[in-house]
C-alpha cells in the first residue's frame, strides 16, 4: 500500500506559477513510479507527468510539455509538480498517483494509488 497526500493548489492568475506537493508513505518510495493526472468538470482524469524510479526519466502530455516539470525527493519521500506560465485550460483538480510497476503511463488504469486530490484554479 502507498499513500499519497497532496497540496499546493490554490488560485492564481494566468501566467503565474504553483507548486504542488505530494507526499507519500507506506512502501519504500524509492521502488515506486509517481505521476501526476487532472480532472477538469465535466472530463475525464487526464494524464499530466510521470517520472521513473532511479533513471531520472520524466514523460509530460503534450499541453503541459516545457511549462510543468515533474521531480521527487526520495529523502523526504515526496514528488512534485512546477506548474509555470499557467493557463485558464489548466483548471482542474489534480491527482498526486503512484505504482510499484512499469507499464504505459497515461492510461488512469495503469496506476494504482492515488491521492485525494489538490485544487488549481487559474483566472483569466
Known amino acids: 500500500q502507498v499513500q499519497l497526500v497532496e497540496s499546493g493548489g490554490g488560485l492564481v492568475q494566468a501566467g503565474g506559477s504553483l507548486r504542488l506537493s505530494c507526499v507519500a508513505s507506506?512502501?519504500?518510495?524509492?521502488?515506486?513510479?509517481v505521476g501526476w493526472f487532472r480532472q477538469a468538470p465535466g472530463k475525464e482524469r487526464e494524464f499530466v507527468a510521470a517520472l521513473g524510479r532511479s533513471d531520472g526519466r520524466s514523460y509530460y502530455a503534450d499541453s503541459v510539455k516545457g511549462r510543468f516539470t515533474i521531480s521527487r525527493d526520495n529523502a523526504k519521500v515526496s514528488v512534485y509538480l512546477q506548474m509555470n506560465s499557467l493557463k485558464p485550460e489548466d483548471t482542474a483538480v489534480y491527482y498526486c498517483?503512484?505504482?510499484?510497476?512499469?507499464?504505459?503511463?497515461?492510461?488512469?488504469?495503469?496506476?494504482?494509488?492515488w491521492g485525494q486530490g489538490t485544487q488549481v484554479t487559474v483566472s483569466s
Open positions: 507506506g512502501r519504500t518510495f524509492s521502488n515506486v513510479y
Open positions: 498517483t503512484a505504482r510499484l510497476i512499469n507499464s504505459d503511463y497515461v492510461p488512469t488504469t495503469a496506476w494504482v494509488y
